[in-house]
């Protein structure tokens, strides 16, 4: 089974570095075939990601999950395009504004939840006592802008 979990991401991380799994022909994965790997060099470390569909950084569609642990944090920033988030398990909380504040007004979604952040609509997120997985999907280049670049974790990796 290892055999196969290793050689499946390795040919998932193939396909995302060629410029994606193509949405020309059908995509399929079971809850235990989804390929986690570590999350993006743009978040904070603890998260895991897996793309199902497509690039993220490249143009066009494109489907990932990410796996947050317990009291994960997601400082202020920005996409350029909107984000549609589904909650598959656990709850993430999200919140607008320029300034991570968790007392702020805030929208809670639980296993189910759905929401979809503007363009360039400034927000922030955090986990409380349980690993959550949301279900990311929208139109690439998708990027994450920091507000404040002392929040960029690819800073500190410079």
């Not at 317990?70 to 656990?90: F, I, R």
Request: net charge neutral; hydrophobic share 40%; proline share 11%.
């Amino acid at each position: 089974m290892k055999k196969l979990s290793a050689w499946m991401l390795g040919a998932v991380l193939s396909l995302v570095l060629c410029g994606g799994i193509s949405a020309q022909e059908e995509i399929f994965f079971t809850p235990d075939s989804i390929p986690w790997g570590p999350g993006p060099a743009s978040l904070p470390p603890g998260a895991q990601m897996a793309v199902l569909e497509g690039a993220p950084a490249k143009p066009g569609p494109f489907t990932i999950r990410l796996k947050f642990p317990p009291h994960y944090n997601v400082q202020p920033h920005w996409h350029p395009a909107p984000e549609h988030v589904t909650v598959l398990s656990g709850a993430l909380s999200l919140a607008m504004g320029d300034v991570f504040d968790t007392t702020k007004e805030k929208k809670v979604l639980s296993a189910g939840g759905f929401r979809v952040m503007p363009a360039t609509a400034h927000h922030f997120g955090w986990t409380t006592t349980e690993e959550t997985i949301i279900q990311l999907h929208g139109v690439g280049p998708w990027e994450i802008n920091y507000l404040n670049s002392s929040d960029d974790p690819r800073q500190s990796k410079k």
